[in-house]
């Protein structure tokens, strides 16, 4: 047994080291042939996360940028792990954020995603409605899933947009599932071609990228300009 040991972890490396280097492969597998459309989509959601996470750190980056910026922001970062993630993809629409990969079996999954700076809940809902369930999803075993994602720059913070965004929502009758303890993640089910198709079920997402110091800077900036008018 401690010669097989030894083999399998080189000298120098633990079999912690061995383990991670596991991990590590079997979520490079879930994103190239996935095992499953909902492994698919979980690691999406994973890395999703993730990404939102490094984003929020460098928040002051972003404060004074559109939502394309931003949005190709997330692509880049995407990109590193999907091969096929494209931004302004045409799937029924030039959609926000798609992709897609064939799974172990050979067959295709899709992901899309709508983004939206948070210029208040009606302006997010045409995104979420108009756009990402009324013209790009579709329906099916494989390609049933997508997010929604939104840019927080307001003072008041993320955990104020959400709480208007699921609200909102709640208020035109629809089901909040899984919402996370700190109520920035949850999931919604719909119903395609205005209630009458196929299920369809989002993910919604809130990145917060206030930043005082760097509004301060901002309205400095802008105070200045106009002086010198």
Known sequence: MSELINVLIPSGNSMKDLLAIAVELEEMLNRRTPASYNVFVNQ????????ISVTESGRQ???EKGEDAITEHIIVQLKRDYSSVHHDAQHGGHCDIYIETK????????WIMEAKLWKGFEYVY?????QLLGSYAVG???????????YSQIASGASYAMKEWYQGLEAKGFVINNKREDSLRFDTAHKLN?????DFYVNHYCVDLYHEPTEAKLD????KADNKD
């Open 44 to 51: 999406i959601d994973k890395d999703l996360n993730n990404i």
């Open 61 to 63: 980056h972003h404060l």
């Open 103 to 110: 799974g172990s079996d050979g067959s295709l999954y899709k």
């Open 126 to 130: 045409s995104g979420l409605n108009n």
């Open 140 to 150: 099916g075993v494989n390609n049933c899933k997508g997010g929604i994602i939104f």
């Open 194 to 198: 205005s209630g009458t198709g196929s």
């Open 220 to 223: 400095r900036a802008q105070a």
